[in-house]
């Protein structure tokens, strides 16, 4: 029943760690390289990122209290 519990927190987890990851480098590698004709991402999704990377670790944190 825990390795249930812990996969059910565990994989929703990892998946907002890694996209939260990736938006914030995609947001950083388009303000570094520019490409003529096309404007860099917003930086609001540097925040989206931050904040998925936040709730990801935070689901983590809970699925190591919970599951062990």
């Given at each position: 029943?825990?390795?249930?519990?812990?996969?059910?927190?565990?994989?929703?987890a990892t998946i907002l760690v890694a996209g939260g990851l990736g938006l914030m480098v995609v947001t950083l590698y388009t303000h570094l390289v520019r490409r003529p004709g096309r404007e860099p991402i917003r930086w609001r999704h540097m925040a989206?990122?931050?904040?998925?990377?936040?709730l990801g670790v935070l689901l983590l944190e809970v699925e190591l209290i919970v599951a062990g």
């Open positions: 029943m825990r390795a249930l519990v812990g996969s059910l927190i565990g994989v929703p989206l990122g931050l904040v998925f990377l936040a």
